[in-house]
């Protein structure tokens, strides 16, 4: 009897966390199409296929649901390693291949970022799992502005420059608004980085 009693419990482990896996998924799904902001527990129920008390079981609130989701997402759609930035000593070399590697990673994740921003304002709950995404500009930040003979006046601009280019609404107002290629978006990006890096 507690042989079977330990299977029993083990296949409703199993069980649970399928059900918790089919209910993130679901709403990713969502919060992918329609956005988080109109993302609603009935349609990730239904998509799920299970009832909304089953949604609160596995995840009492809000907050819950989007961290699971974020976690989900990211480990997907990981962001590009730093590593192979650090390793490039020409600060332009490194910048030109840094932001190749990110804007095709926006190529990529453009309808789940575009949304998550758009919804940033509207749902409490997204902020603090977009945390760990703003750590990680902000280390890719700081890599990409090493190395360039800056100081003073140039170095603020500098590292504003470096930020803009970096930042996901500038690939989209690059590409996906005004259709610039990945290979024009770079080197109209980059320019604007040497720029600052060179400005009186």
Request: glycine share 4%; charged share 25%; hydrophobic share 40%.
């Amino acid at each position: 009897m507690p042989t079977k009693r330990k299977y029993e419990l083990k296949q409703r482990a199993v069980e649970m966390a399928e059900t918790r896996r089919r209910i993130t998924e679901a709403a990713v799904e969502l919060h992918g199409t329609v956005g988080p902001a109109r993302t609603t527990l009935s349609a990730v129920a239904e998509r799920a296929g299970v009832q909304r008390h089953t949604v609160y079981r596995h995840f009492p609130t809000e907050a819950e649901l989007f961290v699971a989701c974020s976690v989900h997402y990211f480990t997907a759609n990981p962001w590009p390693e730093l590593a192979p930035w650090r390793a490039i000593k020409d600060p332009l070399q490194r910048l030109e291949r840094a932001l190749d590697d990110l804007y095709a990673y926006y190529e990529r994740t453009e309808p789940m970022l575009s949304n998550v921003f758009r919804d940033l304002e509207l749902v409490d709950a997204i902020s603090p799992t977009i945390v760990p995404f703003r750590d990680y500009m902000e280390e890719a930040a700081k890599i990409l502005a090493a190395g360039w003979p800056t100081r003073g006046r140039r170095r603020r601009l500098l590292v504003a420059a470096v930020r803009h280019a970096l930042d996901f609404h500038t690939w989209r107002s690059l590409a996906a608004d005004n259709r610039l290629t990945r290979t024009e978006a770079v080197h109209l990006a980059t320019g604007l980085v040497n720029t600052a890096a060179s400005s009186m």
